[in-house]
């Protein structure tokens, strides 16, 4: 397992994460998984096991019964709090009251306290908004993480689900107000969906922020299951077709994997996996499983390596198509290259 700093920070985190949106299971996150304690246990251990000290939760995953889980798990297990890096998140839904949703400073004080209280433990690593609140002055919500920081409830603050413009907007103001900056953007990157290389790639190599990346797999579509031949009628995909992809695209870039893993003698996923780790944008890819054999295969993606030639096939069997701006600003950078 290899190390990498969070963003332009001191702290160092796992090439993988372990995601715990499978535990629990409650309401609409049934669909992802509902694993009892025993087996979120079992999980944490194959994970800490393999090097993994980066675990990432949310409070709105099963409405914050993956994070008592989690909590449970580590107490449990007897792990060393300090040594790990605990995630989490905060945004969505957490009630039926007006107030129970958002990154008002009223919702972010009362969820920062609850996840506290449910992960079991004095201090939050990674705090993370969830995605965006038009309601909310971003300042609003930049000034409470800030004070969360300062009351040492939270070491680092992070963003997920943020366009471009929206993660410059909240850097500014944290620069010119001099408070605490998101260090990392926990986002959707795939080989079958390389959207975030548009803006946000760019963005995040400039301002020196890293990059989590969540759903690694493509909700499972890249898992080695699913091909022209066999289609998503069954598993997650059946019951959750998210996120959305382009299949037949996804197809082909399956067609080129397919062989290449079966040269390395691994899986389809693995290769997958491994292409995101040979990203140098990317600081850790989450890894959510519901079987420990699912995992134990994902986690032997950190030990695969590619030929330029391999790299170049994944590249160009995967690649976005050209965009303006995009097309016009890599024309005019001709003359311009050391």
Not at 125 to 132: C, N, P, R, S, T
Not at 140 to 159: A, P
Not at 174 to 182: D, V
Not at 231 to 260: H, L, S, T
């Amino acid at each position: 397992m290899k190390y990498k700093l969070l963003g332009n920070t001191g702290l160092k985190v796992s090439e993988l994460c372990l995601g715990t949106m499978t535990f629990g299971g409650r309401g609409t996150w049934t669909a992802i998984g509902s694993l009892p304690q025993d087996a979120a246990n079992e999980l944490i251990k194959i994970a800490v096991d393999a090097g993994i000290n980066f675990i990432d939760t949310a409070n709105v995953y099963s409405f914050g019964l993956s994070e008592q889980l989690t909590g449970k798990a580590i107490r449990d297990l007897g792990l060393k709090r300090y040594e790990l890096v605990i995630a989490t998140k905060v945004r969505g839904m957490m009630g039926e009251g007006p107030n129970d949703t958002g990154l008002s400073r009223k919702h972010i004080m009362q969820q920062v306290d609850e996840s506290l209280q449910r992960l079991q433990t004095d201090y939050i690593d990674l705090y993370q908004i969830h995605g965006f609140d038009p309601l909310t002055p971003m300042e609003e919500t930049l000034e409470t993480l800030d004070m969360l920081v300062k009351s040492g409830k939270v070491r680092y603050i992070g963003c997920s689900n943020l366009a471009a413009w929206q993660i410059m907007k909240a850097l500014g103001i944290s620069a010119q107000n001099h408070l605490s900056k998101f260090v990392s953007l926990q986002a959707y990157y795939t080989i079958a969906g390389r959207d975030l290389e548009r803006e946000i790639v760019p963005m995040l190599l400039d301002q020196k922020i890293g990059l989590l990346v969540w759903s690694p797999l493509a909700g499972g579509f890249l898992s080695g299951k699913y091909t022209r031949q066999n289609a998503d009628k069954e598993g997650r995909r059946a019951n959750y077709d998210f996120p959305p992809i382009d299949k037949e695209k996804a197809y082909d870039i399956i067609d080129v994997m397919q062989p290449m893993a079966s040269s390395k003698g691994v899986s389809v996923a693995q290769v997958a996996l491994a292409w995101l780790l040979h990203q140098p944008v990317v600081t850790s890819v989450i890894l959510g499983a519901k079987k420990p054999e699912q995992l134990k295969d994902n986690l032997n993606s950190v030990n695969i390596d590619f030929t330029e030639d391999e790299i170049q096939q994944l590249d160009a069997v995967s690649r976005l198509k050209p965009e303006y701006p995009g097309w016009m600003i890599d024309r005019q950078m001709t003359d311009r290259k050391i």
